[in-house]
Each structure stands twice: as structure tokens, then as C-alpha cells.
């Protein structure tokens, strides 16, 4: 059994350099981490070393307790993951109370998982929760559009969905809950990851001000596609306010009820809000 073969590692680097060949990456910039499935466990274990020290977490995650996680590595570079699997990510498994981790496979050389180990975690035991244990994969990216906006526009959540809805037509139907706004934080603590965590229960992404997107979802596709829908929205929002600061025309509130209702989605009331 080769490990780098498996399908769930195929998957992860792909996403690592989809997300790299986007420029969401700069330097060390962003993380991903999945929480891995028994039969990937299984798949995997004969080549797990259970000899390095369990370490903090910084965040108590007891729903995540005896669990496996693959993530990218702290200070690593998104560039490299297909070049070195091992050196960049690595796997590791929470204790059975849920406050320590110890790596068992990769992160070679004293590597440590990612920066943002405790946002993503907590933001996996609430998804996990919160999705009947669907939700398996967490992103964050430096979005260059989504955050350019977080100057321009008001910092909440009925502003940025609303403004992102009306961007592109699908945008609704890939994110009818909307997206949560993170004001400016320090970035790996555990503040940001409370703060972040609260609008995960309702939302499936979290915009950080001046910072990225940080995003949920099923599987690879689903949360890279997320990623990329909600940057291309941005984008597009941006290029219209490069021409113009107000829209000649756009789709109206009764236009999303109809896109709703097409695409059997629910909008929250509190986003179709009159002009
Ligand atoms: O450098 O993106 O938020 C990793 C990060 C921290
Ligand atoms: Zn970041």
C-alpha cells in the first residue's frame, strides 16, 4: 500500500494545488484539513507511527475525540504539497479527550499541523454536529476579491450575502444560508476561532475581514467549489464597482424568491430585505 495513492490524499493535493494555481496561496498563506473516515483510517494505519508527543491543542474539541485528521502544516507553502506530500502534511489523531493531538503519519522533520489548528477543529465539531457528521473538509484561502470588499462594504452578514447574491445567478443556490463576517482578529487563536465557530452553526462559510474566506463542506469539490463560487461573485462585485458605484439593474428580491423556489433552496427572510 502506497499512502500517497490513496484517493482521500489525491484529493487533498489536488485541492492544495487547485487552490495554489488560483493565487489563494502566496507564500505560506492558508490551510486545509480533513477529517478522515474509517475506511480511510483503515486503509491507511499499517503505516502510522505512534511514537511522537501528544501536544496542546489550544481549543477543547471532545466531540472530535479519538478522531483523524489530515491537515497541511504550519509555515508551509501550498506550492509545495504535490512536490513533498510528506514534508508539508500530515495526519494526526486527537486524544480521547479531545484537548491533544499527536501526528502519525508525515509533517516529517518537526513539523507541526497548521497555524489555525484550533479554528479548524472547532469549526469540525460544530459541522459535524451541525451536518449529522456530513461536513469532513475545512478551507481557508486568501481570496484576493473577498478581501479587497471587506474594506469597501459594511462588515455583516446581510451585506455580503446580499451583495454577493446578486453578483451571479447560481450564488444562491450554492449558498442559500449566506455567509457569516469575522471583523479583523489575530489570526491561530482561539478568539478567532470562538468567533468564527458561532457563525458556523449557521452559515458554511465565514468571511475573515481583511484576512480570507474560511469554509466547510462535504467533500473536496463541495468546499473548493464553494470557495471558488463565492471568489468569482467577489470578483465580479468588484469589477462592477470599478465602473460604477451603483447598478443600473440587478436581480430583484422577487427574482431570488423565483431562484429560490426553482431550486428548491430556502433564503433567510433576513436577506431579502427591500432596497
Ligand atoms: O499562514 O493563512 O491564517 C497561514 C494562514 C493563517
Ligand atoms: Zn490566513
Same mark, same amino acid.
Not at 484539513?33 to 474509517?38: A, F, G, L, V
Not at 475581514?209 to 462585485?237: N, P, V
Given at each position: 500500500?502506497?499512502?500517497?495513492?490513496?484517493?482521500?490524499?489525491?484529493?487533498?493535493?489536488? =485541492? $492544495?494545488?487547485?487552490?495554489?494555481?488560483?493565487?489563494?496561496?502566496?507564500? %505560506?498563506?492558508?490551510?486545509? +484539513?480533513?477529517?478522515?473516515?474509517?475506511?480511510?483510517?483503515?486503509? *491507511?494505519?499499517? #503505516?502510522?507511527?505512534?511514537?511522537?508527543?501528544?501536544?496542546? !491543542?489550544?481549543?477543547?474539541?471532545?466531540?472530535?475525540?479519538?478522531?483523524?485528521?489530515?491537515?497541511?502544516?504550519?509555515?508551509?507553502?501550498?506550492?509545495?504539497?504535490?512536490?513533498?506530500?510528506? /514534508?508539508?502534511?500530515?495526519? *494526526?489523531?486527537?486524544?480521547? +479527550?479531545?484537548?491533544?493531538?499527536?501526528? *502519525?503519519?508525515?509533517?516529517?522533520?518537526?513539523?507541526?499541523?497548521?497555524?489555525?489548528? @484550533?479554528?479548524?477543529? =472547532?469549526?469540525?465539531?460544530?459541522?459535524?454536529?451541525?451536518?449529522?457528521?456530513?461536513?469532513? *473538509?475545512?478551507?481557508? $484561502?486568501?481570496?484576493? %476579491?473577498?478581501?479587497?470588499?471587506?474594506?469597501?462594504?459594511?462588515?455583516?452578514?446581510?451585506?455580503? +450575502?446580499?451583495?454577493?447574491?446578486e =453578483?451571479?445567478?447560481? $450564488? @444562491? #443556490?450554492?449558498?442559500?444560508?449566506? #455567509? &457569516?463576517?469575522?471583523?479583523?482578529? #489575530?489570526?491561530?487563536?482561539?478568539?478567532?476561532?470562538?468567533? +468564527? /465557530?458561532?457563525? =458556523?452553526?449557521?452559515?458554511?462559510?465565514?468571511?475573515?475581514?481583511?484576512?480570507?474566506?474560511?469554509? /466547510? &463542506?462535504?467533500?473536496?469539490?463541495?468546499?473548493?467549489?464553494?470557495?471558488?463560487?463565492?471568489?468569482?461573485?467577489?470578483? !465580479?462585485?468588484?469589477?462592477?464597482?470599478?465602473?460604477?458605484?451603483?447598478?443600473?439593474?440587478t436581480i430583484q428580491?422577487?427574482e431570488l424568491?423565483?431562484?429560490?423556489?426553482?431550486?428548491?433552496?430556502?433564503?433567510?427572510?433576513?436577506?431579502?430585505?427591500?432596497?
Open positions: 500500500m502506497n499512502i500517497l495513492e490513496q484517493d482521500f490524499i489525491q484529493g487533498f493535493i489536488r =485541492m $492544495c494545488s487547485d487552490g495554489f494555481a488560483q493565487g489563494w496561496h502566496e507564500r %505560506n498563506g492558508g490551510n486545509l +484539513t480533513y477529517r478522515m473516515k474509517d475506511e480511510d483510517v483503515k486503509s *491507511v494505519q499499517s #503505516v502510522f507511527s505512534y511514537q511522537r508527543e501528544w501536544e496542546d !491543542i489550544g481549543a477543547e474539541v471532545p466531540k472530535l475525540a479519538n478522531e483523524y485528521f489530515l491537515v497541511t502544516g504550519s509555515g508551509k507553502y501550498f506550492r509545495n504539497v504535490e512536490l513533498n506530500p510528506e /514534508s508539508n502534511i500530515g495526519i *494526526v489523531e486527537i486524544d480521547e +479527550t479531545g484537548t491533544k493531538y499527536h501526528i *502519525v503519519w508525515g509533517l516529517t522533520n518537526g513539523a507541526v499541523p497548521t497555524s489555525e489548528l @484550533p479554528s479548524h477543529l =472547532m469549526n469540525h465539531e460544530v459541522k459535524k454536529q451541525a451536518t449529522d457528521g456530513e461536513h469532513r *473538509v475545512i478551507y481557508h $484561502c486568501h481570496t484576493t %476579491n473577498v478581501i479587497a470588499l471587506t474594506f469597501v462594504l459594511p462588515l455583516k452578514d446581510e451585506i455580503f +450575502t446580499r451583495e454577493l447574491w =453578483m451571479a445567478t447560481e $450564488c @444562491p #443556490v450554492v449558498f442559500p444560508a449566506g #455567509v &457569516g463576517v469575522v471583523p479583523w482578529m #489575530v489570526p491561530g487563536g482561539k478568539d478567532i476561532a470562538v468567533a +468564527t /465557530s458561532e457563525l =458556523m452553526k449557521e452559515y458554511d462559510v465565514a468571511i475573515w475581514a481583511h484576512h480570507g474566506i474560511f469554509c /466547510s &463542506g462535504s467533500d473536496f469539490d463541495i468546499t473548493f467549489g464553494l470557495a471558488h463560487t463565492i471568489e468569482k461573485s467577489a470578483e !465580479i462585485l468588484v469589477k462592477m464597482l470599478s465602473m460604477s458605484s451603483k447598478k443600473l439593474q428580491t422577487d424568491r423565483s431562484l429560490a423556489d426553482a431550486f428548491h433552496v430556502t433564503l433567510p427572510e433576513k436577506f431579502l430585505y427591500e432596497k
